[in-house]
């Protein structure tokens, strides 16, 4: 990661303190314990700040603990967005729709049986899923595996969108 930093105009810092503390109003920063963040690559190009970094946190204890490993991906940019979660349906989110916590349905019914989705703002869901998009994570969700937009490595395959 430090050659990558290093031609690419990039500054490196192998232990970079908390820096996730900084996005912790988000996931999966705000999950588990013994949070540490490592291998920063940050800098500037086409005029977007971008951070690197490797992200671990752990979850459970004695010989039900579990060590949570992201590679991080941050871009920094001017413009604010609505929180959104997409992720595919099981039985934690079923659950979730019986206590009240509704997801969004689509006009798809593959879509919505196959990936539940919540935003604090519904008309920016349907406007960012679209047809289009709806085709793309219906066919990516699968081989891609586990990823979000901010992580691409994900345990529960969430997008998980960063905002302020």
């Given at each position: 990661m430090s050659a990558f930093a290093l031609q690419?105009?990039?500054?490196?810092?192998?232990?970079?303190g908390d820096i996730h503390e900084k996005y912790e109003s988000f996931k999966p920063f705000d999950d588990g314990h013994s949070r540490r963040s490592s291998n920063l690559v940050h800098?500037?190009?086409?005029?977007?700040?971008?951070?690197?970094?490797?992200?671990?946190?752990?979850?459970?204890?004695?010989?039900?603990?579990?060590?949570?490993?992201?590679?991080?991906?941050?871009?920094?940019?001017?413009?604010?967005l609505s929180q959104m979660r997409i992720r595919p349906e099981g039985f934690s989110t079923s659950s979730l729709a019986v206590v009240g916590f509704?997801?969004?349905?689509?006009?798809?019914?593959?879509?919505?049986?196959?990936?539940y989705v919540t935003a604090t703002d519904r008309k920016f869901a349907y406007d960012l899923i679209h047809p289009k998009m709806m085709e793309y994570l219906m066919a990516a969700?699968?081989?891609?595996?586990?990823?979000?937009?901010?992580?691409?490595?994900?345990?529960?395959?969430s997008i998980t969108r960063l905002t302020n």
């Open positions: 690419n105009g990039f500054s490196f810092n192998a232990y970079p800098g500037r190009r086409d005029g977007i700040d971008w951070s690197l970094f490797d992200y671990k946190f752990v979850t459970g204890s004695g010989k039900n603990q579990q060590t949570h490993h992201y590679g991080i991906v941050l871009a920094e940019i001017d413009v604010v509704d997801d969004i349905n689509f006009e798809s019914e593959e879509f919505s049986r196959k990936f969700a699968e081989p891609i595996g586990n990823w979000a937009a901010a992580s691409f490595s994900c345990p529960d395959r």
